[in-house]
């Protein structure tokens, strides 16, 4: 039995003068295994050609289209409309970002950011002679390392933390994960201290009060508080030496 | 008026055109890199299964080199690519791994000692040699000889991404997304740069450059059925095409992937199927032995692609609301290995699905159907990667047809290629940018920014007839129906006319919101349907054209693969104005080639019209090396001396593997 979705989105266009914040309601018939993508993309070919959102892989494996559905950050790709009882929807851009126009922030820019802060590269002052065989890594600790490469840079844990909306230069559960990622990885020869330049401070990862909305909300399951805590515990030895 | 400047711009920030902007970077010059969307969400984050590279190091890919995976993307290719580029390629592509590695790319490693896999639907322990312990491994993909493929879990392509896109950031390269390309700048010799489209704001900016790169990926979004990203609409390519000069090649060939999930189009990796996963129909019987003895769901994506299609054209397809389907099984490969290297897939199965893919018997399987999924043509470029009609134009990646995928694509092969290209072709590139350029006529630039914006205003401006929208739903209906799996020249006709008739509709659409400076996704609709409509022209018109099968190209009314009459490249090229693409064609020159034209190794027997010229060449191949190995010579001499080629030094180096060294 289909029934009919009542999808809110929210319209600003903060380029225009004449733009105010409002909410839009469109009306569409349910569809088996209907997501948010499909509402949005079938609202803009039939209702409203001018709203903007942002999907890339519409797979959940990119990050481009995290927004505020029902008030929780999630990917909109990877919504399923048959999840909201009563077919209510109400979505909204996500805080902690730049807002662009509509259902779209731009999360390129911050987590550039957040990568020329965290140095987010293998550190290494060797050449590697790309005809050898390549450095030996232990299958395990390969497997570890790709854990924490999972992240798809999707700013849900940005903005589900109330650390970040009180202190906006935080970096973030996924800029300490950064961290971690790297101090894991045998290829990089960051030392404990080089990261402690980085993010041993208040902005970094002293700053998180540990109230775990981050990992609550990440699409990737991410282990982010207790790579937080594992940072935290490295660089307060750090400190104390 | 915005004009910026640097040395070198790239187009297109996945891991082809970021691969390209660190070797520029690397040479010490400036490089400003555009892209529609943040360079990390491109489509190439969306690889899944992993990167052929012919690295040798596990037990199933013990014997493996160069030679061999040259000879399996020229297999693969179904003769149609350019050999001196599949070998530049094969070269250089455990460089590109190592370096990926190296990178923090974190690659799955070996581990020595027993490990179980599912070989043929049967559990099978293999033995991992001591001394591969900690270097790469590698899986099994489609139409290989030997496990060739490096992978990381069914995420490589996000790892690759990230890898090369942080290097890019520590190389300084200037990257600026969502800034869309939407014209060529040239003098109708040189290309000058782009305009390009602020898509925040809306602003029209020059990029002017000594060399210009378009990397910009794949068209798949000109289908209906498709496991291409909403963001791979082939406007770089179109753009090209639009100079009237650059020619876009062998657009018909038009890779279909056996396994995307029913009916959102997301890919379930060939991995599935590397890994030990099989296909099922209605009745839960595995038919793919019937049809390929040999190589079953492994033969190559064309051929299992079709054999799907023939066996649901039997009936023996599963009844779904959304059309007929069938299944892919890979619980027979146990719920440890699903969860630990086909998370994805499991998670796709079950967010989009409903499904465990892990669950025995049919509870776990999921409906697969055969839908478009890679662009084998594209911008026509030599083996430097630079345009043939348009000098400082280079491009890279999908959105190229450097060809060294021809008429198929092996699994593998593309991102491979991305990186591969990006090293090869972003270093001509580099040399490019050094030496030319210099003194741009900034009369052309102005002229190319203010035609610009008289066009944009003159879509906001019309009361067009149509809805942008409704013409492209139509042309990817079109393209799905007719110039899709099976093709006939009845069908082909058809669409090209249909196609033809939405092309000319496209220039008389109404776009509702006329804001020009601001976001505006019908604007960029209308501006980009029509671009969208040339590109499928050429891929109709080429398939309509091109009287044979090879490869993905199937028409059932000449199904032999037809060696006599073409041996060729389609180039076609747009004349401003017209509605129809222009067709020339560029031989493939048999008596060059290292390996002539002969079966493919699946598919069915028998099925080619031969051309002389293979028999002989081969005798010729055949001569030289006996000789050459009576002589004791090695086998790069060999390779030599049957098809020598040119690659950079520092790519060409002979690559180390365990137990055979430099050999
Ligand atoms: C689901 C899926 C799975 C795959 N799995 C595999 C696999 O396992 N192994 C394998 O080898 N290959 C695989 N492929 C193929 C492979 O992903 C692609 O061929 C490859 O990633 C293409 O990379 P690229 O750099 O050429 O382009 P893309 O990664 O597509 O990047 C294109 C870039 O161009 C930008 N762009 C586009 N148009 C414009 C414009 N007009 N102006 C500015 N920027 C623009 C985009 O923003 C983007 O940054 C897979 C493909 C799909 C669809
Ligand atoms: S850590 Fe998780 S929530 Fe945060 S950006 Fe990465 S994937 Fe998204
Ligand atoms: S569109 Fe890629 S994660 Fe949703």
């Known amino acids: 039995m289909s029934r009919k979705l009542t999808i809110k989105a929210f319209k600003y266009n903060p380029l225009s003068k004449i733009s105010k914040p409002h909410f839009v309601t469109y009306e569409l018939e349910e569809t088996p295994f209907m997501t948010v993508f499909v509402c949005l993309t079938l609202i803009r070919e039939k209702m409203d050609a001018d709203l903007s959102f942002d999907f890339v892989c519409r797979a959940g494996i990119c990050g481009s289209c995290a927004m505020m559905i029902n008030g929780v950050p999630k990917l909109a790709c990877k919504t399923l409309t048959k999840d909201y009882e009563d077919g209510v929807i109400e979505l909204m851009p996500m805080p902690a970002f730049r807002h662009i126009k509509d259902l779209s922030v731009n999360t390129g820019e911050w987590f550039e950011d957040m990568c020329k802060r965290v140095e987010s590269w293998v550190h290494n002052e060797k050449e ?64 404990i201290e080089d990261f402690y330049e980085l993010v041993g401070d208040d902005d970094g990862v002293f700053g998180c009060m540990s109230l775990l909305a981050c990992e609550d909300n990440c699409p990737k399951n991410l282990p982010l508080q207790s790579k937080i805590a594992y940072m935290r515990r490295q660089l307060v030895a750090q400190k104390n030496k | 008026m915005n004009i910026q400047y640097s040395d070198a711009l790239v187009i297109g920030g996945g891991l082809a055109g970021l691969r390209a902007a660190i070797e520029v970077a690397k040479s010490g010059q400036s490089v400003t890199l555009l892209s529609i969307c943040p360079v990390k969400r491109s489509h190439s984050a969306a690889v899944q299964g992993g990167m052929q590279a012919s690295l040798g190091n596990g037990a199933k890919g013990e014997g493996d080199n160069e030679d061999l995976h040259f000879a399996d993307t020229v297999k ?317 134009l280079f491009a890279c990646g999908e959105a190229a047809c450097w060809d060294m995928h021809g008429f198929n694509r092996l699994g593998g092969n593309s991102c491979a290629e991305t990186v591969v290209a990006g090293m090869i072709i972003g270093d001509y590139f580099a040399q490019y940018c050094k030496n030319n350029g210099e003194v741009v006529d900034t009369n052309i630039v102005k002229e190319f920014l203010s035609k610009e914006y008289q066009y944009l205003k003159s879509l906001v401006d019309k009361e067009g007839k149509y809805n942008v929208f409704e013409i492209k739903n139509r042309m990817k209906e079109i393209m799905w129906d007719k110039v899709a799996i099976f093709r006939t020249g009845e069908g082909l006709k058809e669409a090209v006319d249909e196609l033809e008739k939405l092309y000319k509709d496209s220039q008389d659409v109404k776009v509702h919101c006329k804001e020009l400076d601001c976001a505006n996704p019908e604007l960029e609709e209308a501006y980009r349907v029509p671009r969208m409509l040339k590109i499928a022209l050429c891929v109709a018109y080429g398939a309509l054209l091109r009287t044979e099968s090879r490869g993905a190209h199937y028409r059932e009314d000449y199904p032999k693969r037809d060696d006599l009459n073409w041996m060729k490249r389609t180039n076609t090229y747009w004349v401003e104005g017209e509605t129809l693409p222009r067709v020339e064609y560029e031989e493939l020159d048999i008596m060059k080639m290292e390996m002539p034209p002969a079966f493919r190794g699946y598919g069915a027997k028998g099925n080619i019209i031969e051309n002389p010229l293979s028999e002989k060449r081969q005798a010729e191949v055949d001569a030289i090396r006996e000789k050459m190995e009576a002589e004791g010579k090695s086998r790069y001499e060999i390779q030599d001396a049957l098809m020598p080629y040119e690659l950079q030094a520092k790519f060409k180096k002979p690559n180390q593997r365990i137990g055979v060294d430099y050999e």
């Open chain 1, 128 to 191: 590697t002679d790309i005809s050898a065989l390549e450095e030996r890594i232990e299958p395990e600790v390969a497997d570890e390392t790709f854990e924490l490469d999972r992240c798809i840079e999707c700013g849900i844990c940005v903005a589900s933390c109330a650390t970040k909306l009180m202190r906006p230069n935080f970096i973030g559960a996924t800029g300490l994960l950064r961290t971690a990622r790297y101090l894991q990885d045998p290829h990089d020869h960051r030392s």
């Open chain 2, 76 to 392: 693969g290719s179904d003769w149609g690519c350019d050999q001196e580029v599949a070998r530049m390629f094969a070269q250089t592509a455990p460089k590109a791994v190592r370096e990926l590695a190296a990178w923090g790319v974190p690659w799955t490693r070996v581990t020595k000692g027993p490990r179980t896999v599912v070989i043929n639907a049967q559990k099978t322990v293999i033995e991992e040699k001591e001394e591969a312990h900690g270097l790469i491994n590698a899986r099994d993909f489609g139409g290989t000889k030997k496990w060739r493929t490096c992978y990381i879990a069914d995420a490589t392509g996000h790892c690759m991404l990230y890898g090369v896109a942080n290097e890019a950031i520590k190389h300084q390269v200037k990257i600026i997304d969502r800034m869309e390309a939407v014209r060529i700048i040239h003098d109708g010799k040189k290309c000058l740069g782009v305009i390009a489209r602020d898509l925040i704001n809306g602003q029209l900016i020059a990029y002017i450059a000594r060399g210009t790169m378009i990397a910009t990926g794949g068209y798949g979004r000109i289908y209906k059925q498709t496991t291409n990203a909403v963001i791979c609409e082939g406007t770089g390519a179109a753009i090209a095409l639009e100079t009237g000069l650059c020619r876009l090649s062998n657009m018909e060939a038009v890779q279909f992937h056996p396994t995307p999930i029913v009916p959102s189009g997301i890919l379930l990796t060939e991995g599935c199927r590397g890994d030990g996963g099989i296909l099922r129909d209605v009745d839960g019987y595995r038919f793919m032995p019937d049809y390929e003895p040999e190589k079953k769901e492994l033969a190559s994506r064309d051929v299992v692609s079709r054999r799907m299609m023939e066996h649901i054209r039997k009936g023996k397809g599963v009844k779904s609301p959304y059309g007929d389907h069938l299944w892919l099984d890979i619980s027979i490969l146990g719920r440890a290995h699903v969860e630990k290297n086909l998370r994805d897939v499991q998670d796709i199965c079950k967010t989009f699905n409903g499904i465990d893919p892990a669950d025995e018997g049919p509870k776990g399987w999921a409906p697969v159907l055969p839908m478009q999924h890679y662009s084998m043509g594209g911008i026509r470029t030599k083996p430097t990667g630079e345009s043939q009609w348009l000098d400082g």
